[in-house]
């Protein structure tokens, strides 16, 4: 069974970096896309961006001056990083897996989510 | 703003039958399958359609989605307790080389 599990920083002054990283349990990274999505407080999912096991990344344009998205194979995880937070970042962050095979597009695993509150 | 609309909120009493809708345009549903996930508070959102109207095995067949030109629904039926949760679209845009969603919508049951 597939398992992403989380985890970071959760609680940043603004202007920090925001920090997380998922590993993934019982699957490879070839063969998806590894993504980051976001839920602030009473609202919608906004997606941040996505990384391919070979490192091709793709970003949220509303976000990509200040997203990084990596990718560590040896140890079967990706990472996120935010900088300059704002109190507009708080959110619950989600990683999550995309299969690349096949013709149906779907956000297939989720992480259980890291509440990342930022504030003064 | 979500780039998907879907109604704030929707209620049903246990066995009643209740549909959630999603629209969207012609970069997302239009073009692309349609998704929906089920979150409940402080677990890792499950996926209950793919492909517009396939379920991921162990979803039970009372949920069910379609989807018409640019606007998708997700239909409950047999409604039970555990069914209340929020739900949310979901869709590949191609604008955006992206993911976008609905706003969600609570569901309650009554």
């Known amino acids: 069974q597939v398992q992403l599990q989380q985890w970071g920083a959760g609680l940043l002054k603004p202007s920090e970096t925001l920090s997380l990283t998922c590993a993934v349990s019982g699957g490879s990274l070839s063969g998806y896309s590894w993504n980051w999505i976001r839920q602030p407080p009473g609202k919608g999912l906004e997606w941040i961006g996505e990384?391919?096991?070979?490192?091709?990344?793709g970003y949220n344009p509303s976000l990509k001056s200040r997203v990084t998205i990596s990718v560590d194979t040896s140890k079967n995880q990706f990472s996120l990083k935010l900088s300059s937070v704002i109190a507009a970042d708080t959110a619950v962050y989600y990683c999550a897996r995309v299969p690349v095979f096949g013709v149906v597009i779907m956000i297939d695993y989720w992480g259980q989510g890291t509440l990342v509150t930022v504030s003064s | 703003q979500s780039v998907l609309t879907q109604p704030p909120s929707a209620s049903g009493t246990p066995g009643q039958r209740v549909t959630i809708s999603c629209s969207g345009g012609s970069s997302n549903i239009g073009s692309n399958t349609v998704n929906w996930y089920q979150l409940h508070p402080g677990t890792a959102p499950k996926l209950l359609i793919f492909g517009n109207n396939q379920r991921p095995s162990g979803v039970p067949d009372r949920f069910s989605g379609s989807r018409s030109a640019t606007s998708a629904s997700l239909a409950i039926s047999g409604l039970q307790s555990e069914d209340e949760a929020d739900y949310y679209c979901a869709a590949w845009d191609d604008s955006l080389n992206g993911w976008v969603f609905g706003g969600g919508t609570k569901l309650t049951v009554l």
């Open positions: 990384i391919s096991h070979s490192g091709r990344t």
